[in-house]
């Protein structure tokens, strides 16, 4: 007899706890699998459905980036609240609060509109959740499937965001470029369950890591794009403190992108250690109504007269603002320091 199959061994019989422990697990999941089944159930007209706090009790990470994202704010938002109506309609609730966006056309919830774009908008498609990857747990208290290529493309986000898309689209025709997964989703490697009890700690420790993404969706957040935006100034334009400054924009879509809401792009001078911002010499770069093309530039002059130029350090940001979210800070896309001709950095 192996020392595997003597469980008097001593290494026989850490195979034999090994396995009771996960016995065990197994049992005290399964015993409670009913309690699932309404993360998969999309109810009738009146009932309440999937709520990402449902989601969150395992998935504890994803909720916590996912609360802090503008998918989280989709319904919630100032611009959405007053263009919308009262009640929003279909319209506008399919995709500021939809139901699932893998099938074709969105449909809105009738359930937990609050929440925006939730967990089942964007992974429960015919009762299974899908992901791109596979379960990386024991066992799986509710259906999954993988689907990779779908989680890594840019139509995920099309239903939605068909405009971004159709500029995405045609920059892309002409050369490659990131998908939008890429550049708003950081990657991140973790287990995909996290527990939050004694026997949920367990099984999440024989739980394998795997490479994936953050829900947390925020420009501010977002995965960088080197060369995606540059700057570059000129001093030779005749008179003291006059800047000529390029922007370039080499994004896959137009700056600022996205159909609704009011938003800009505005070059802002930034002087001093203290970060004063000479909001009344920036310049405006693009608006929602006149966006910066794909491979398109805009040459502009700041003129700096009257400020100390000794008062270092001294650079140039170019901000995307907009009145979605007022209480929001500026968006800071690219910055450049006005000592060095070098390109910005985004």
Not at 77 to 82: D, K
Not at 191 to 197: A, P
Not at 267 to 292: F, M, N, Q, Y
């Amino acid at each position: 007899m192996s020392r595997e199959e003597n469980p008097g061994h001593p290494s026989g019989f850490f195979s034999v706890k090994r396995f009771g422990v996960l016995f065990l697990c197994t049992t005290a999941l399964f015993g409670g699998c009913a309690s699932f089944d309404h993360l998969t159930h999309i109810p009738t007209a009146g009932e309440a459905g999937p709520t990402a706090q449902a989601c969150g009790s395992c998935h504890g990470q994803q909720h916590l980036e996912w609360q802090r994202s503008v998918h989280a704010q989709a319904a919630i938002g100032r611009t959405f609240l007053e263009a919308a109506g009262d009640p929003p309609g279909e319209e506008c609730l399919r995709c500021h609060s939809p139901l699932g966006v893998r099938n074709g056309q969105p449909l809105s919830r009738t359930f937990a509109r609050e929440e925006g774009v939730t967990c089942i908008s964007c992974h429960l498609v015919d009762g299974v959740m899908h992901g791109p990857h596979g379960s990386t747990a024991l066992v799986s208290p509710h259906p999954i499937r993988e689907d990779r290529a779908a989680y890594a493309s840019p139509a995920l986000c099309a239903p939605c965001h068909d405009e971004t898309h159709a500029q995405w689209r045609q920059a892309t025709a002409r050369q490659g470029a990131p998908t939008c997964q890429e550049c708003h989703q950081a990657s991140v490697r973790r287990t995909v369950t996290q527990g939050t009890g004694l026997f949920s700690n367990l099984l999440v420790a024989f739980e394998k890591k795997a490479t994936t993404r953050s829900h947390d969706i925020n420009l501010e957040r977002m995965a960088r794009f080197p060369g995606g935006i540059t700057l570059t100034v000129s001093t030779k334009p005749p008179g003291a403190g006059l800047f000529e400054v390029t922007v370039r924009n080499n994004l896959p879509h137009d700056l600022p992108t996205g159909t609704y809401g009011s938003k800009e792009i505005r070059l802002v001078p930034v002087a001093g250690r203290e970060a004063r911002r000479l909001s009344e010499r920036s310049c405006v770069i693009g608006t929602d109504e006149h966006p910066l093309a794909p491979g398109e530039e805009k040459t502009v002059r700041i003129s700096l007269a009257g400020v100390d130029l000794e008062d270092a350090p001294l650079r140039l940001d170019l901000e995307r603002q907009g009145e979605s979210f007022p209480d929001r800070n500026p968006i800071v896309l690219a910055t450049l320091a006005l000592e060095s001709t070098a390109e910005a950095r985004p």
